[in-house]
């Protein structure tokens, strides 16, 4: 097995796979996230998303990431910060996993079916 190290910020934490690229977490202080190219590695975009993160979750289309400061979301093809739905509970975006993301108390975030 070959293992691959990619940059990706200040104290990387958790890692999402959208369907083409690889999210990264990048925890403590940076309060961003990293787009990376998933056949190379490539960076191909860092993205603010608050102070603290501490979650991170993607459908293929949105990226969802919970900090201090509340829930961001990004859409996966350009890290455009995009608006919750009017419920603040579901995000209402077609998936191509037949998953939501869901705000939970405590928790942060959660994918569900």
Known sequence: MQYMQ???GRSPSQLAFDGTNIWV???VND???T???ASDGQPLGVYPVGPW???LVTDGYSVWVS???GTTRLRASDGV???WPANETVCST???FGRWARKSPGYGLRMER
Do not use: E, H
């Open 6 to 8: 990619y940059p990706a």
């Open 25 to 27: 977490l990048n925890f």
């Open 31 to 33: 309060g961003t996230v």
């Open 35 to 37: 787009k990376l190219r």
């Open 53 to 55: 993160p501490s979650r």
């Open 67 to 69: 900090s201090r400061s």
């Open 81 to 83: 910060p995009l608006n």
């Open 94 to 96: 077609a998936n191509i």
